[in-house]
């Protein structure tokens, strides 16, 4: 089976750092992938891993672990435009994606 | 960078009748396009896999005469759902793969957003 888990929601401030967190289990790995979605619209790219370790870019990073199956996406000086959902997906070795439920978070002023 | 244009962005349709989605790929070539579905505050289900020139792959329990997947052109898929109901109300994402960030990612349409009365 396929299973993708994510916190459902979380509150940071302005200014902050926040840590979505997502542990997966599927039927195959060939990279994680993060998106933000605002409410209404379509998901944006963030990030991708393939390999362990922390990939930045800019005020994003994202870490994988492979044999813990296990991602989080990390958010620095966060601004209120960053309120929006995140979701963490892994796209198995058929080149499908799939999705996780999505993180939602707010930012506080 | 790749575009998908979605079309149109909010339609809404009495049940019984058929509402068409378009999904194009513009200035790039799509062999394989993905339609979501989302529900409100939930995650995105993947409905089908279209394939350029041959049949869609459907996901299991995805009525495939419900949702038919036309993808005629290396450029354009097109979703219809027939004899609406309102249970189909939801949000429906087309997305194709493209190169980014040196990996093949997700690029996704705008969205069309359901209403069936």
């Known amino acids: 089976g396929q299973n993708i888990d994510q916190p459902t929601e979380m509150t940071a401030t302005e200014g902050a750092i926040v840590q979505i967190n997502c542990t997966y289990q599927?039927?195959?790995?060939?990279?994680l992938f993060w998106y933000q979605q605002h409410a209404g619209e379509a998901p944006t790219f963030l990030s991708y891993?393939?390999?362990?370790g922390l990939e930045e870019k800019g005020r994003f990073s994202s870490f994988l672990s492979r044999s813990k199956g296990y991602s989080y996406l990390l958010l620095k000086e966060l601004q209120m435009k960053d309120s929006a959902s995140y979701l963490c997906?892994?796209?198995?070795?058929?080149?499908?994606?799939?999705f996780g439920p999505g993180t939602r978070l707010s930012v506080l002023p | 960078g790749a575009v998908v244009s979605q079309h149109p962005s909010r339609v809404i349709c009495k049940s019984g009748t058929s509402v068409k989605i378009e999904c194009r790929s513009l200035?790039?070539?799509?062999?394989?396009m993905f339609w979501y579905r989302q529900f409100p505050k939930k995650s995105l289900m993947l409905m089908a896999t279209?394939?350029?020139?041959?049949?869609?792959?459907?996901e299991q329990g995805v009525e495939k005469d419900k949702f038919l997947i036309n993808h005629a052109s290396l450029t354009l898929s097109t979703l219809t759902v027939t004899s609406a109901h309102p249970e189909d109300s939801s949000f429906y994402i087309c997305?194709?793969?493209?190169?980014?960030?040196?990996?093949?990612?997700?690029?996704f349409g705008a969205g069309s957003r359901l209403t069936v009365l």
């Open positions: 997305s194709a793969s493209t190169q980014g960030s040196g990996a093949n990612v997700l690029t």
């Open positions: 599927t039927s195959g790995f060939n990279g």
């Open positions: 891993n393939v390999l362990d």
């Open positions: 997906a892994v796209r198995n070795y058929g080149q499908n994606f799939v």
């Open positions: 200035d790039f070539q799509a062999t394989t």
């Open positions: 279209s394939n350029e020139g041959s049949k869609a792959t459907y």
